[in-house]
């Protein structure tokens, strides 16, 4: 049972333009949303996050919008750079409970900003 | 850096064997967390741990166990290891169990099982 999914294996965008990564999920009791990049050989690391009370979020060339009656998130980044080439993991968290903490991650989306 | 640590990066082994991989959490991480991730998978939960207790657990197989030490250093021990456990392990560490505290991933161990 996939609880958060990114329908998008692949991206591609020119530099300079937007690039919009979406994410849906099927949890309603998610409600904190992140956001996490990943390049090669690397770890993941945290990028963005929203609370639920909250449908937008911002940080620098980085929005994320929450959608909850539609349990749809999605990432802007504008504008984008050839840096921001990497794998996109969106993540949810459902407060309360034993899995407190714990995060329930997407397939991920490879973006690749050309020059 | 993230300042997790983990060991070793690589490991190949031979299926019917047993591995122990080691992770240390950035200074003053309280919780750390185990995932893994399979050939063009997501990032699965398996098991976490709060200041060496074992707070959740997802889809871990039973002949996988882990555990927290004093130290607050984890390790995640495979036995009977099958083909199909060849994947990126991460660990990863929070300060605490609050959402809005970022998971903190290490580089990974990759798993080869031959």
């Known amino acids: 049972d996939q609880q958060v999914k990114q329908n998008s294996p692949s991206l591609s965008v020119q530099e300079g333009r937007i690039s919009i990564l979406n994410c849906d999920y099927t949890?309603?009791?998610?409600?904190?949303f992140l956001w996490y990049k990943k390049y090669p050989a690397e770890g993941p690391t945290f990028l963005i996050s929203?609370?639920?009370?909250?449908d937008k979020n911002e940080d620098g060339r980085f929005t994320v919008f929450l959608n909850k009656s539609a349990k749809h998130l999605s990432l802007h980044i504008v504008p984008s750079q050839p840096g921001d080439s990497a794998v996109y993991f969106c993540?949810?968290?459902?407060?309360?409970?034993?899995?407190?903490?714990?995060?329930?991650f997407g397939q991920g989306t490879i973006l690749t900003v050309h020059p | 850096d993230s300042g997790v640590t983990q060991t070793p990066k690589h490991l190949i082994t031979a299926t019917g064997q047993r591995v122990t991989l080691r992770c240390s959490p950035r200074?003053?991480?309280?919780?750390v967390y185990w995932y893994q991730q399979s050939l063009d998978q997501g990032l699965q939960f398996l098991i976490q741990?709060?200041?060496?207790?074992?707070?959740a657990k997802g889809n871990i197989l039973e002949r996988f166990s882990a555990q927290q030490f004093p130290d607050l250093h984890s390790e995640l021990n495979l036995s009977s290891l099958e083909l199909g456990d060849s994947a990126l392990y991460f660990c990863?560490?929070?300060?605490?169990?609050?959402?809005?505290?970022?998971?903190?991933f290490g580089n990974g161990t990759r798993l080869t099982v031959t």
């Open positions: 990863a560490s929070s300060v605490d169990l609050i959402p809005s505290s970022p998971l903190h």
């Open positions: 949890n309603s009791m998610f409600d904190y």
């Open positions: 929203i609370s639920s009370i909250k």
């Open positions: 993540a949810a968290s459902a407060q309360g409970g034993t899995s407190y903490g714990k995060l329930t």
């Open positions: 200074s003053g991480d309280l919780s």
């Open positions: 741990y709060y200041n060496g207790e074992e707070r």
